[in-house]
């Protein structure tokens, strides 16, 4: 999305549950709706999606119980860690606009400021987070398609209990980089030395 090139893309997704969570290793600034008086606030804390807002926002500003579930979030913003970063709560009518060009100027300000903010991880921190998450699905895929006697051997091991996790973890790595197809490219100067799976 980043190679796309356009200066902001707007992510929206299905609803509070997991992927809302899983979406804040992507997204740079967080916005979390919520509607008055639909229980989306006691949704909010059981998804855990209060602890990766940015800003929340209680749209249908005009509704009687609004004001309410203004309160409520401020108040669970209150029972975070003190350090947490700062999480906005502003209101909006989409219908009517109102609180629209307020909330676009904050969602503005954020993302500018995005990086330097209190515990926020800048880019690289980002990056690396994604590239280790990539890094491990890739990894996990060669492990189970991989037709290597020193996996099998690995988890004969493990079976009698010879090994624990970390251990066997360890020296399917190593085991792996000797399967053919699965050897990643050799960078200048660096060899990779034949390697034997203790007790095969």
């Given at each position: 999305?980043?190679?796309?090139?356009?200066?902001?893309?707007?992510?929206?997704t299905?609803?509070?549950?997991?992927?809302?969570?899983?979406?804040?290793?992507?997204?740079?600034?967080?916005?979390?709706?919520?509607?008055?008086?639909?229980?989306?606030?006691?949704?909010?804390?059981?998804?855990?999606?209060?602890?990766?807002?940015?800003?929340?926002?209680?749209?249908?500003?005009?509704?009687?119980?609004?004001?309410?579930?203004?309160?409520?979030?401020?108040?669970?913003?209150?029972?975070?860690?003190?350090?947490?970063?700062?999480?906005?709560?502003?209101?909006?009518?989409?219908?009517?606009?109102?609180?629209?060009?307020?909330?676009?100027?904050?969602?503005?300000?954020?993302?500018?400021?995005?990086?330097?903010?209190?515990?926020?991880?800048?880019?690289?921190?980002?990056?690396?987070?994604?590239?280790?998450?990539?890094?491990?699905?890739?990894?996990?895929e060669?492990?189970?398609?991989?037709?290597?006697?020193?996996?099998?051997?690995?988890?004969?091991?493990?079976?009698?209990?010879?090994?624990?996790?970390?251990?066997?973890?360890?020296?399917?790595?190593?085991?792996?980089?000797?399967?053919?197809g699965?050897?990643?490219?050799?960078?200048?100067?660096?060899?990779?030395?034949?390697?034997?799976?203790?007790?095969?």
């Open positions: 999305m980043d190679a796309w090139g356009p200066d902001f893309i707007i992510l929206e299905v609803g509070s549950g997991q992927s809302e969570v899983e979406v804040a290793d992507f997204a740079h600034t967080r916005l979390v709706l919520c509607a008055p008086g639909a229980g989306d606030d006691v949704q909010a804390i059981k998804a855990g999606i209060l602890e990766i807002a940015d800003i929340l926002v209680v749209n249908k500003a005009d509704h009687p119980m609004a004001e309410q579930a203004v309160r409520q979030l401020e108040a669970m913003l209150g029972l975070r860690n003190p350090f947490a970063r700062v999480t906005k709560v502003v209101t909006t009518v989409a219908t009517s606009g109102q609180g629209v060009s307020e909330l676009v100027d904050l969602l503005q300000d954020a993302a500018a400021h995005a990086d330097r903010s209190t515990g926020r991880a800048g880019p690289r921190t980002r990056l690396r987070r994604l590239l280790a998450d990539a890094a491990a699905h890739a990894l996990r060669r492990v189970l398609a991989a037709d290597a006697p020193a996996l099998e051997a690995l988890c004969d091991r493990l079976v009698r209990c010879e090994l624990d996790l970390d251990e066997a973890a360890g020296l399917a790595l190593r085991a792996l980089a000797d399967v053919p699965h050897r990643p490219a050799d960078a200048p100067g660096v060899r990779h030395p034949p390697v034997a799976v203790p007790g095969t």
